[in-house]
């Protein structure tokens, strides 16, 4: 007689003949409820386990149909096959994968010429678990330096700030909180929508560890200038003596603009920008859990924040917030780097280009909205309803609206003091081909004539708002 709590399979002696008289969808769990905030006290067939956790997840969205997220919800069948092959290695254990390891090595150094790193064999390189961590790695790297330099001059260390826009991504805030960094916001503006440069001296000092550009703005997918930022810190450096460097955060647009706008000068070409990160999870086309960081030199890194590891007969040197994480992401990183090649990612990217561009353009004939970008940079686009256009709805309500046919389309408030201009984005993955963008525009037509004919206004509690950075 089995012993274990939630069973419906009294009269059965062993889990293999439980197995034949409990058939699925009346197991337990499956007709009865299973503890769901305590560990339950026996045990279930595996087969039951996976159909309560497949069950449960089926619930979530659909990927294909989201179009907040930037992270990959598609990769080829040969990438699965490979991620299942290899989702037990664990990347920090480079003793027992070396081979990995190598791979790693390979992949930053791959990413480093793309963007232009004038030494390859000086830089230095790793992946991370995304942009965040890396993000993080970038920051405390600036502010070890400025340190550095600070106590050689004798001078406090007490105070130091990050000069970066108020429309920067979340984790610049939890680097800002989490390593004490006090931020010098750059406010956008009408006139001022990215970081510029514009007055730009107002917020360095001799306190100030770096500046960040973006490529890619997270509210409506814009390249901050890069040139025209160090351009204006050459003028800060010769009025001044201070000279700041640049982080890039290129987390969306640093796998773009490599093949796609070649010609843009954002990266290490610029002498300013010492380090660069990006998000392997997003246009670089991995599966989630995967993002690099470069840095131009060696003098761009600190040495006091690389550990050294002989691992490898050789010196390995290793910088992360984690210790273990998975191997498998890294090995699709180059997977893709073999698959698709520099031609392959023009083309992948350059399709979501134009799918979003032509989904701009027909979202800005449709009479509502007003664009605040095109989509021309990396595949995303965001746009407003125009002033004075209707009192009855807002873009909350489109997005409910979308949501209720299966769309995920965010409405979000744009950063702090832009904070009550309401916008709407699209950002255009691998996947959104252009029979599902006709789609959409099909049903955002219905919806509209739908919001525009209603009796009476939308009621006003709740936004819906279903933002993902
Ligand atoms: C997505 C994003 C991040 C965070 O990246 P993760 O890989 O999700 O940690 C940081 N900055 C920008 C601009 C982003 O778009």
Redesign the pocket.
């Given at each position: 007689m089995t012993t274990r709590k939630h069973t419906n399979a009294r009269h059965t002696t062993n889990i293999g003949e439980s197995l034949t008289v409990n058939p699925v969808f009346v197991r337990p769990g499956e007709t009865t409820e299973l503890p769901k905030f305590e560990i339950p006290d026996g045990m279930c067939l595996p087969e039951t386990a996976y159909q309560i956790v497949h069950d449960e997840a089926m619930l979530d969205g659909n990927a294909r149909l989201n179009l907040a997220t930037?992270?990959s919800t598609w990769m080829d069948k040969e990438a699965q096959d490979l991620y299942a092959e290899t989702y037990d290695k664990n990347m920090i254990d480079k003793d027992e994968y070396p081979q990995t390891a190598a791979i790693e090595d390979r992949c930053w150094k791959i990413i480093a010429n793309l963007w232009h790193v004038p030494d390859v064999n000086s830089a230095i390189g790793t992946s991370t678990?995304?942009?965040?961590?890396a993000?993080m790695l970038g920051g405390l790297a600036l502010k070890r330096h400025w340190q550095t330099r600070r106590r050689a001059e004798g001078k406090s260390i007490e105070k130091p700030n990050l000069v970066l826009s108020t429309a920067?991504?979340v984790?610049?805030e939890k680097f800002l909180n989490y390593f004490e960094v006090e931020p010098h916001w750059v406010p956008v503006s009408e006139d001022h929508i990215v970081l510029d440069g514009h007055e730009l001296e107002k917020y360095v000092d001799e306190n100030t560890i770096g500046v960040v550009a973006?490529m890619?703005?997270?509210y409506n997918g814009l390249y901050e200038p890069v040139k025209q930022i160090s351009e204006k810190l050459d003028e800060i450096q010769k009025n001044t003596g201070l000279d700041v460097k640049i982080h890039i955060?290129g987390?969306?647009g640093a796998m773009v603009a490599p093949f796609c706008q070649p010609d843009l000068e954002w990266d290490f070409r610029v002498p300013r920008v010492v380090s660069i990160n990006t998000?392997g999870?997003?246009y670089g086309l991995v599966f989630p859990g995967l993002?690099w960081i470069v840095w131009r030199d060696a003098e761009a890194l600190p040495e006091s924040m690389v550990f050294h590891c002989s691992y490898l007969g050789g010196d390995m040197p290793t910088l992360a917030l984690n210790f273990s994480r998975p191997g498998a992401q890294v090995l699709l990183q180059y997977y893709n780097f073999l698959r698709l090649g520099r031609e392959g990612y023009r083309l992948v990217q350059q399709a979501g280009i134009d799918v979003a561009m032509y989904l701009s353009s027909q979202i800005a004939e449709m009479g509502p909205f007003e664009l605040v970008s095109e989509g021309d940079t990396i595949p995303v686009f965001a746009w407003r309803l125009k002033k004075g256009y209707t009192d009855k709805w807002n873009l909350f309500d489109l997005s409910d609206r979308l949501r209720m046919k299966g769309w995920l389309v965010p409405a979000y408030p744009m950063a702090d003091n832009l904070g009550d201009q309401i916008l709407q984005r699209i950002v255009v993955r691998a996947g959104l081909s252009h029979d599902l963008a006709n789609a959409l525009l099909h049903d955002m037509d219905s919806e509209i004539a739908f919001l525009d004919n209603l009796e009476t206004p939308m009621p006003r509690e709740g936004t819906g708002s279903h933002f993902h950075?």
């Open positions: 930037f992270v678990i995304g942009s965040s961590e993000a920067v991504q984790c610049w973006i890619g703005v997270t955060d987390a969306s998000s999870h997003k993002g950075h």
